[in-house]
């Protein structure tokens, strides 16, 4: 299975951006779906963003779209999520995952999940 490590979490006041990165090793990366997840404090964690294999194609939940953008880089192995215009709900741990279904959105289709980066929004 592919190993994978999210980092570029933090500390940012609203309606400012942060990048999060995701190192991925092992397994060839471009064989992967990858999706961002997130849990907020004392919630369940629930879907961001997702790309297909070769980064064509991308989906997003509702509450981060024209905010957020998902991309890779399939040469460096490297997943990214773009966050701009943040906002104090944005506030989460955030993980990155793998998944060999072609547009996975639930928790169910990823198989192997980083151990997250805090991101807090500050008003």
């Known amino acids: 299975q592919v190993r994978l490590a999210e980092s570029g979490g933090g500390l940012v006041q609203a309606g400012g951006s942060l990048r999060l990165s995701c190192a991925a090793s092992?397994?060839?990366?471009?064989?992967?779906?990858m999706g961002w997840f997130r849990r907020p404090p004392g919630k369940e964690r629930n879907f961001v963003a997702s790309i297909s294999r070769s980064g064509g194609n991308t989906y997003y939940t509702d509450s981060v779209k024209g905010r957020f953008t998902v991309s890779r880089d399939n040469a460096e192995n490297t997943l990214y999520l773009q966050m701009n215009s943040l906002k104090p709900e944005d506030t989460a741990v955030y993980y990155c995952?793998?998944?060999?279904?072609?547009?996975?959105?639930?928790?169910?289709?990823?198989?192997?999940w980083g151990q997250g980066t805090q991101v807090t929004v500050s008003s």
């Open positions: 995952a793998a998944s060999t279904y072609w547009a996975p959105s639930s928790e169910r289709e990823f198989l192997s």
């Open positions: 092992g397994r060839t990366f471009s064989s992967y779906a």
